[in-house]
Structure formats: C-alpha cells, structure tokens
C-alpha cells in the first residue's frame, strides 16, 4: 500500500483526542498507519514527506515510548523534530502555558505534540498556536494516539475489531489510555467491559457504553482482549488500594485468572510495567499471549500515519 496516495478523510487540523472521531476517520488513520509497518522494518526507513517542516515536542511529563515514538516518526517522515527539555526551559521559570504556546507560535513550528498534567492543556495550546496539536496525553483525559496504536494491535491480531469482547483492567479512574480507547473502541464496534476495584472505576462509567466488573475472574470470561493499566500511583491522592500486594491477588494478570479469557486472548499494556503489581512477568514475557512489545513497534507507525494525515491538512511547506 502506498499510503501517501490515499485520500484524506481525517479533515481536522489537530488530533485531540478519540472523542468526536468516527469509526470512518479511525479506519483511515489506522490505514495510514499500517502502511508504515513494513517501511519501519527496512534498512532504509525515511522519506521526505514532511521535508521542510518543523515538528515540535513539548512534554511536560516524563515519556519513554510516545516520546521516541513521535520523534522517530517525524524523523523518519524527513521533518526537523525539535525536543523541548521542560526541566531545562522558561517553563521551570514560571511561564504560562499560553506565554509557552505564544514564543513557539513566533517560531512557525508545523506541528506541536504535547503531554501535560492537566486535562484539557492540549486543547487550550491548540487554541492559542498556529499549527497542528497533537494530544500525547492530558491528564487523565485523553491519549489518542495510543488508543490508535493498541487498535492497530488488535486489528492485525484478529482482522477486525467489531465484535470483539475487550477488558480494559486496573486504575480506570486515572487513565487517559482508558478514556480513548473507551472512545475507540465503541466506536468500532467492540464490546467493552471494565474490570477493577470500585475505588477506581470513574463514576458513572457505564454511560460510556462499558459493563463494569470488580471480580476479574468473572470479568475477564470469554475476553478476546485483556488491557491491563498501570496503577497510577502519581495521579492519587491519598490510598486507593490496601496494598499492592493485595491488589496484585485479586486484579493482577497472572496465569491462573488469564485461563477465564478465551484460549487466544490477546494480552495489551500501554507500559511503563509494574510487574507484580498489574502483571505477573510470566504472562507478560509470554509471546504467545503478550503483545506488549508488539504496541511499541506498531506506536511508530501510528504516530507516522497520523503526522502524515495532520500534514494533508496543513498549508504548502513555506518556501524562502
Ligand atoms: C501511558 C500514559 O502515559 O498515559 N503510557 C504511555 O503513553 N505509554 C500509561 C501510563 O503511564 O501508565
């Protein structure tokens, strides 16, 4: 496939989250992505789509896979991609964020990919630049681009997505990879359940479309996906759980309650891992069941499909 010859159905200038997305536009940028798989895995991996262009990375938070993912994305697409050092910048001096998305503004970036604590950040900067935003990660609001990557996963996995039964595991309430793949998801199709302790499930999740389980026995039966989260102990304030042993005996992902989900259950985790605590390193490492690593390869070109969909939507590279 040759994905700089597809027609651009994604009309949006900024990538925000899942939400408002249809299961047409999903489809395409999934699309997008999966013809940059096999180019990932050749010598000669870079092309010149975003030649000229500028892409900027703002990460407030600390990012191990989106952050290189979307720096090999640009790079690979041929764009000059700039790494902002939040810890090192004016930010650290107390700018605003919208004093922030002023000076990069001044400086014709094409693209700025953003993650920050807060819910809505990406919004407001996309409201105040220029250029296309894309949203790694606001808070505990959204994570488009991994609700992308773990679909492509899956749809390689299965050839569909529609229909399956997929549980989402774990610390619900915090999670942004929750959120848009709630999002995603109903969107395509999926049957959606939520499997943890009350103490995490958000309120009134089920308006979301999801059937909600505190029993991961009984949640994970005849599951054809298990996404187990991170319990994000930076996110809480105050105890969420008893302890983390105690949440690893009854919400941990170990063999013994892997055998209720079907006998090919896929095994998902947007990482960072913390095994014994929401996996057990045996099924994590199981490559027959586990397809963690596969996420992070498939991340590169999803963040590839939707930097080439953002740059359809973008005016001609200015020229000096
Ligand atoms: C997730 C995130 O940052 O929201 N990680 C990621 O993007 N790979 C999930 C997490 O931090 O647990």
């Known amino acids: 496939m040759q994905p700089a010859l597809l027609p651009s159905i994604f ?17 395409h940028l999934l699309d997008l992505s999966e013809g940059y798989v096999a180019l990932n895995r050749e010598v000669q991996k870079r ?35 700039i790494n902002i050092a939040v810890a090192s910048s004016a930010i650290k001096k107390g700018e605003t964020l919208i004093d922030t998305a002023m000076t990069l503004n001044a400086m014709h970036p094409d693209m700025l990919i953003v993650r920050h604590p807060d819910a809505g950040a990406a919004r407001l900067l996309a409201d105040h630049v220029k250029c ?17 990557l773990d679909a492509l996963t899956i749809r390689r996995r299965f050839e ?38 009350p103490t995490l499930v958000p309120a009134a999740v089920e308006r979301m479309g999801v059937e909600v389980f505190h029993d991961m026995r ?6 054809d996906v298990i996404m187990m989260l991170r319990l994000q102990q930076e996110r809480m304030q105050g105890s969420f759980v008893p302890s983390t042993r105690e949440y690893f005996r009854f919400f941990g992902l170990d063999r013994e309650k892997l055998a209720e989900a079907r006998e090919n259950a896929l095994i998902l985790h947007p990482g960072p891992m913390n095994r014994g605590v929401e996996i057990d390193s ?4 199981d490559i027959t069941r586990s397809a963690i690593l596969d996420q992070v390869e498939l991340g590169v070109a999803v963040r590839q499909g939707c930097l080439d969909a953002l740059s359809r939507n973008l005016g001609p590279a200015p020229v000096f």
């Open 282 to 285: 045996e099924v994590a490492d």
């Open 160 to 197: 569909r997505i529609q229909g399956l039964r997929v549980a989402i595991c774990g610390d619900v309430l915090h999670s942004r990879v929750a959120r848009s793949n709630i999002l995603l998801l109903n969107t395509m199709g999926a049957h959606v359940r939520i499997i943890a302790p």
């Open 218 to 223: 009984k949640g994970l039966a005849g599951c």
């Open 132 to 148: 296309s935003v894309i949203n790694a990660g606001d808070g505990s609001h959204e994570h488009p681009t991994q609700a992308l």
């Open 47 to 81: 092309k010149s789509l975003l030649g000229g262009r500028t892409v900027v990375l703002l990460f407030f938070e600390t990012s191990t896979r989106t952050r290189t993912s979307f720096e090999l994305a640009g790079k690979r697409l041929g764009a000059d991609v």
């Open 11 to 27: 009309s949006d200038r900024h990538l925000l989250g899942i939400e408002g997305l249809s299961a047409g536009a999903i489809t």
